[in-house]
Each structure stands twice: as structure tokens, then as C-alpha cells.
């Protein structure tokens, strides 16, 4: 055989070769089957997807700073964080792990609640300026009634004065004062009552790893943190608050232990038990309060109600969900 024979043989293997990998190919377009590598295109958004992740987390941060800051709750927020976590390590541990798919739909999802969150904030926005505004209308309203306060309580002082043929009208007048005297006291009372806001509750692994508490399994909850906002009232007295912590089943039964202590309080002529207390020292600066409860036992499956109670009124008021 000459060398031209020779060549010409190398040549038709060649063509045969590639032939057969193109063959393969469409099969495996055909039949969608795996080839176990990544397109130049899917290969250069791979590239660029720890890029976007980076930048979606920087965003989030920044919805979930705003929104803590209007009393707002950050939980799907929380959740998204970890899912980027997830999706920067595989990234980071090579593009073989990687669904290309499935990551161009959760940078989809990821920018969509971007957006979400964006109208959330306009939303919470809109309610604070309308409570700023109640809030000035009842500080005038008390400013008004401490006024007519003064001017009853200047009222009875000045009736004791009068002469003895006047006592019998001055007595009914006296009563009647004494009422409103009252009813403005209690008016006062309930404007300069403190508000929680924002109540949002986060659950603490054994670990001490904390995360969403909604429909997490009961057997992951070592603790519980409950955090609010006490709402600004320049009617509330700047002094030591007690404030009491109520956790419901779904049964309807109070948390409560007195070895944790637990304890019970007088609400409207009532004995409410309680399952934590703490003495804080009101700042009028909307500064945030935080519960850390550890049961003596498992939670019930199913919703759990939070109510929060200071010197006679429930401030606040939040739940969340065990499976």
C-alpha cells in the first residue's frame, strides 16, 4: 500500500469519527439526554451568576434594613439569604453541580421579590404616615382633654367655696364633674398607652443557629425570639415598664412555666397567667424589646398566637406557625 492509500484510510477514520459524533449529538438533542457539559452560552451565564447572586444579596440586605426599620417583617427575606447561600456554594464548588435551569429560575424569582418587597416598603410607608398622623390627632385631642382636666379639677376646688344654699346643686354638679373627671382620665391613659410594633418571631436551633420559625418541625426549636418596636408617644412617661409576654397553643392554653419564671397579672379585673416578663426603662426613641423563651418541652404542631400586655392594655399582637 502507498503513502496515498495510507492517507486516504486516515482520512475516511476521521470523517467517520466526526460523523458519529454529530450523530450522537442530535441523538442526544432528540432524545434530550444529558451530555454532561454546558454551553458556551450556559457556560459564560454560570460565569456571571455568582456576579448576580452577589448583587441580589447586597439588595436584599438593603429591603430587609428598610423594612426592620418601618416595623415590618423580614422572613421571606431571611429565607431567600439562605437559598442564595446554597446556590453561591454549589456555584463555588464547580458548574458540574449546577442546574442551569434551575438557577436562571430562582435569579428570576430572586429579582421578582426584589420588586415585591420595593412596593412592600411604599406600603409600609403609606400606613406609618397615616398612624404619625392619628398619633398627632390624639396628642392634640389629650393636650386638649389635660386642659379640661385642669379646668374640672380648678372647678370642684373653687365649688367647695360657695355658700351653704348652693350645696345641694353644688353636690350634684360635683358628681357629675367627678364623672367626666374620670372618663378623661381614662382617655389619658389610653393616649399616652405604649404600642408594640413589628412583632416578628425567629426560632434558635440547639446549634444556637437562628432562622424562620414558620412551618419549621418542632423538634428544630430549642428556643424562641420574639422582637418588637415600642412605638414613639411623647405622652408616655419616660420611666421602668413591666411588659408580659403571652405564648397560645393551638389549643388555646398559655405557655407557662413557674420554674422558667411564669407567672400570672390583673388584666381588666382578671388573672392572666403569663410565660415571660421583663422590666424595661421606656426611651420614647422607638427602641426595640426582645423576648429569648426556652420551653420545657416540644411546641404543638399548628399556629401559636403572641400577645404582649403593659400596664393594663395589650400593646401588641403576633403569631406563627409550627408542623
Given at each position: 500500500?502507498?503513502?496515498?492509500?495510507?492517507?486516504?484510510?486516515?482520512?475516511?477514520?476521521?470523517?467517520?469519527?466526526?460523523?458519529?459524533?454529530?450523530?450522537?449529538?442530535?441523538?442526544?438533542?432528540?432524545?434530550?439526554?444529558?451530555?454532561?457539559?454546558?454551553?458556551?452560552?450556559?457556560?459564560?451565564?454560570?460565569?456571571?451568576?455568582?456576579?448576580?447572586?452577589?448583587?441580589?444579596?447586597?439588595?436584599?440586605?438593603?429591603?430587609?434594613?428598610?423594612?426592620?426599620?418601618?416595623?415590618?417583617?423580614?422572613?421571606?427575606?431571611?429565607?431567600?439569604?439562605?437559598?442564595?447561600?446554597?446556590?453561591?456554594?454549589?456555584?463555588?464548588?464547580?458548574?458540574?453541580?449546577?442546574?442551569?435551569?434551575?438557577?436562571?429560575?430562582?435569579?428570576?424569582?430572586?429579582?421578582?421579590?426584589?420588586?415585591?418587597?420595593?412596593?412592600?416598603?411604599?406600603?409600609?410607608?403609606?400606613?406609618?404616615?397615616?398612624?404619625?398622623?392619628?398619633?398627632?390627632?390624639?396628642?392634640?385631642?389629650?393636650?386638649?382633654?389635660?386642659?379640661?382636666?385642669?379646668?374640672?379639677?380648678?372647678?370642684?376646688?373653687?365649688?367647695?367655696?360657695?355658700?351653704?344654699?348652693?350645696?345641694?346643686?353644688?353636690?350634684?354638679?360635683?358628681?357629675?364633674?367627678?364623672?367626666?373627671?374620670?372618663?378623661?382620665?381614662?382617655?389619658?391613659?389610653?393616649?399616652?398607652?405604649?404600642?408594640?410594633?413589628?412583632?416578628?418571631?425567629?426560632?434558635?436551633?440547639?446549634?444556637?443557629?437562628?432562622?424562620?420559625?414558620?412551618?419549621?418541625?418542632?423538634?428544630?426549636?430549642?428556643?424562641?425570639?420574639?422582637?418588637?418596636?415600642?412605638?414613639?408617644?411623647?405622652?408616655?412617661?419616660?420611666?421602668?415598664?413591666?411588659?408580659?409576654?403571652?405564648?397560645?397553643?393551638?389549643?388555646?392554653?398559655?405557655?407557662?412555666?413557674?420554674?422558667?419564671?411564669?407567672?400570672?397579672?390583673?388584666f381588666k379585673n382578671r388573672e392572666l397567667p403569663y410565660t415571660a416578663k421583663q422590666r424595661i426603662f421606656y426611651e420614647n426613641n422607638h427602641q426595640s424589646v426582645e423576648f429569648i423563651y426556652a420551653r420545657n418541652g416540644a411546641y404543638r404542631e399548628g399556629r401559636h398566637e403572641i400577645e404582649i400586655y403593659s400596664e393594663g392594655f395589650l400593646i401588641g399582637l403576633g403569631s406563627f406557625e409550627v408542623r
Open positions: 500500500m502507498d503513502s496515498s492509500e495510507n492517507k486516504y484510510q486516515k482520512t475516511s477514520i476521521l470523517f467517520a469519527v466526526i460523523a458519529l459524533c454529530f450523530f450522537g449529538l442530535y441523538l442526544a438533542e432528540r432524545f434530550n439526554i444529558p451530555l454532561g457539559f454546558l454551553t458556551t452560552a450556559e457556560e459564560k451565564f454560570v460565569d456571571s451568576a455568582e456576579h448576580q447572586l452577589d448583587s441580589i444579596a447586597k439588595e436584599l440586605n438593603i429591603r430587609m434594613v428598610e423594612i426592620k426599620k418601618l416595623g415590618g417583617k423580614v422572613n421571606e427575606l431571611e429565607l431567600a439569604k439562605i437559598e442564595i447561600d446554597k446556590d453561591r456554594k454549589k456555584l463555588h464548588d464547580g458548574s458540574e453541580n449546577v442546574d442551569v435551569s434551575e438557577l436562571k429560575k430562582k435569579l428570576a424569582f430572586y429579582v421578582r421579590l426584589i420588586s415585591q418587597k420595593d412596593q412592600e416598603i411604599k406600603k409600609i410607608k403609606r400606613e406609618n404616615v397615616a398612624l404619625i398622623a392619628r398619633n398627632d390627632s390624639l396628642s392634640r385631642e389629650a393636650r386638649i382633654l389635660k386642659q379640661d382636666l385642669n379646668s374640672v379639677q380648678k372647678a370642684l376646688k373653687d365649688s367647695s367655696y360657695l355658700f351653704d344654699a348652693k350645696q345641694k346643686a353644688l353636690s350634684e354638679k360635683s358628681r357629675f364633674l367627678e364623672a367626666r373627671n374620670q372618663e378623661l382620665s381614662e382617655k389619658v391613659s389610653v393616649a399616652a398607652a405604649m404600642h408594640a410594633e413589628g412583632v416578628n418571631v425567629y426560632a434558635i436551633s440547639s446549634r444556637g443557629k437562628e432562622f424562620g420559625v414558620n412551618n419549621q418541625k418542632a423538634k428544630r426549636i430549642e428556643k424562641i425570639r420574639v422582637i418588637f418596636h415600642l412605638q414613639e408617644n411623647a405622652l408616655t412617661a419616660k420611666e421602668l415598664k413591666t411588659i408580659y409576654l403571652r405564648i397560645i397553643e393551638p389549643t388555646g392554653i398559655v405557655i407557662s412555666d413557674y420554674a422558667s419564671g411564669s407567672g400570672t397579672f390583673i
